[in-house]
């Protein structure tokens, strides 16, 4: 006779279907924000498409705001973040290998853009996805910052700029993907970002 298994917990299930519910609800606003847009897209829309009611939506978010940033972060954590772990960081191999896998961080970008035009009219949107973004882009700087001597960049390379620029880059790109303009060939784009990498290994003076 087999041994009868301890029973889980009610509050650990309680606890793993919350955290199924919210994680099933920042998904679909990742799809439905990038692809019908912020502003048509309403917590009724996403009540009706999702797993809860709306009035359960907000149980898990104060509002749409907090929504979007989730949603945001989320993105920016699997299409970044997991292929870029915590560590020793080679900016030239970083660079040339998100040229390459640009395709797949399109609806990335296409929230990107939802989330700038969001930003610039509601105000608590902006707030809490500018904080967002700058942990973000302070966390890289401080890495390439540690790694900077392993990483032999120039002496006089600024760093917020070039990891402002490299992100800009991306964050343009969305823009031009919205007007129906891209994306570029995976390819050239990486060669293009591998030069830019190896740019910063140079002395102003060089070339």
Same mark, same amino acid.
Not at 92 to 121: D, F, K, N, P, W
Not at 127 to 139: F, G, L, S
Not at 154 to 175: I, K, N, Q, S
């Given at each position: 006779?087999?041994?009868?298994?301890?029973?889980?917990?009610?509050?650990?299930?309680?606890?793993?279907?919350?955290?199924?519910?919210?994680? =099933? +609800?920042?998904?679909? !606003?990742?799809?439905?924000?990038? /692809?019908?847009?912020? %502003?048509? &897209?309403?917590? $009724?829309?996403?009540?009706?498409?999702?797993?809860?009611?709306?009035?359960?939506?907000?149980?898990?978010?104060?509002?749409?705001?907090?929504?979007?940033?989730?949603?945001?972060?989320?993105?920016?954590?699997?299409?970044?973040?997991?292929?870029?772990?915590?560590?020793?960081?080679?900016?030239?191999?970083?660079?040339?290998?998100?040229?390459?896998?640009?395709?797949?961080?399109?609806?990335?970008? =296409? +929230?990107?853009?939802? !989330?700038?035009?969001?930003?610039? /009219?509601?105000?608590? %949107?902006? &707030?809490?996805? $500018?904080?967002?973004?700058?942990?973000?882009?302070?966390?890289?700087?401080?890495?390439?910052?540690?790694?900077?001597?392993?990483?032999?960049?120039?002496?006089?390379?600024?760093?917020?700029?070039?990891?402002?620029?490299?992100?800009?880059?991306?964050?343009?790109?969305?823009?031009?993907?919205?007007?129906?303009?891209?994306?570029?060939?995976?390819?050239?784009?990486?060669?293009?970002?591998?030069?830019?990498?190896?740019?910063?290994?140079?002395?102003?003076?060089?070339?």
């Amino acid at each position: 006779m087999s041994a009868t298994q301890p029973e889980e917990p009610t509050s650990r299930r309680g606890s793993d279907r919350s955290e199924a519910t919210r994680s =099933a +609800l920042i998904d679909l !606003a990742v799809e439905l924000f990038s /692809t019908r847009g912020y %502003a048509e &897209t309403s917590m $009724r829309d996403i009540a009706r498409e999702g797993p809860v009611s709306m009035g359960a939506i907000y149980l898990h978010f104060k509002n749409k705001a907090e929504l979007l940033v989730e949603a945001l972060e989320t993105k920016i954590s699997e299409d970044l973040e997991a292929v870029n772990p915590p560590g020793p960081v080679d900016h030239v191999e970083r660079l040339t290998s998100a040229g390459r896998e640009i395709t797949a961080r399109r609806e990335l970008r =296409a +929230l990107l853009v939802q !989330a700038a035009a969001a930003a610039q /009219t509601d105000d608590e %949107a902006r &707030t809490r996805i $500018r904080e967002a973004q700058e942990a973000h882009v302070n966390d890289w700087i401080e890495r390439y910052e540690a790694d900077r001597e392993r990483l032999e960049l120039d002496r006089d390379l600024d760093l917020p700029t070039a990891v402002l620029y490299t992100w800009a880059a991306e964050l343009g790109l969305g823009m031009l993907e919205a007007f129906g303009m891209g994306p570029p060939d995976p390819d050239d784009w990486a060669d293009f970002q591998n030069r830019v990498a190896r740019s910063f290994r140079l002395p102003k003076d060089a070339g």
